[in-house]
């Protein structure tokens, strides 16, 4: 079974562009989530996504924003780029099963963001 | 501030020593996970600990849930090169929420 996969993997913008990232779950996986982790601050979480819908938000300005499809890929928007928006970007997925409590989390390997 | 605080930050030793990694929060957590990060890779799930008190064995890896669920550790027997990563712990809370620990750098030189 394919992994988890995040692109693009890297990437370099400047200060007030946006950017979109995008997320392929593990098929048959339904929630997907996404974090920003600095090494200042670790791994933040920023929101879910369970059937289209958002089902969990961090703590992030509405400049963050992210949608996820019917087939479940889930993208994410930076809008007005910061320089502290420099970050990896992680996308996980899990089946959401009911009984979440052990529903474990696949992580992809990140899109590295450089805003200059 | 972190809802949850891990300690060390940072570890080095040598190969063959024994360390523990402590993952402390004041909140109450449904589960507890533990994961393993190496560089330009994502987190990988090591164990998920759910009841108070809950002692989890994976080979040379020790994990302990507290018994209120508030915290944990992770012990490592004999650490050997490959053990070398950073070592995240999570919990997750009654609405599903993930909340991350700092992270502890651990790495043994052979």
């Known amino acids: 079974k394919a992994g988890v996969t995040q692109t693009p993997r890297y990437l370099i913008k400047t200060r007030g562009q946006q950017v979109t990232l995008s997320c392929s779950p593990i098929s048959g996986h339904r929630s997907v989530s996404w974090y920003q982790q600095t090494p200042g601050q670790g791994l933040q979480f920023l929101f879910e996504?369970?059937?289209?819908?958002?089902?969990n938000k961090g703590n992030f300005p509405g400049r963050f924003s992210g949608r996820q499809f019917s087939n479940s890929r889930s993208e994410m928007n930076v809008s007005t780029l910061e320089l502290g928006d420099s970050a990896l970007y992680l996308c996980a997925s899990s089946l959401a099963l009911a009984g979440w409590i052990t529903d474990t989390q696949y992580f992809g390997p990140g899109t590295r963001l450089t805003v200059l | 501030t972190q809802l949850l605080e891990q300690s060390p930050q940072f570890l080095s030793i040598q190969e063959g020593e024994n360390l523990t990694v402590y993952c402390n929060s004041s909140s109450v957590f449904s589960s507890l996970q533990w994961y393993r990060q190496e560089p330009g890779e994502g987190p990988v799930l090591l164990v998920t600990v759910v009841t108070g008190g809950e002692v989890k064995k994976l080979k040379r890896l020790t994990f302990q849930f507290g018994d209120a669920r508030k915290d944990s550790s992770l012990h490592i027997t004999a650490a050997q090169p490959g053990d070398t990563g950073l070592y995240l712990c999570a919990g997750r809370n009654n609405f599903n929420k993930f909340y991350f620990g700092s992270g502890t750098k651990l790495n043994v030189k052979p």
């Open positions: 996504y369970f059937s289209e819908t958002q089902r």
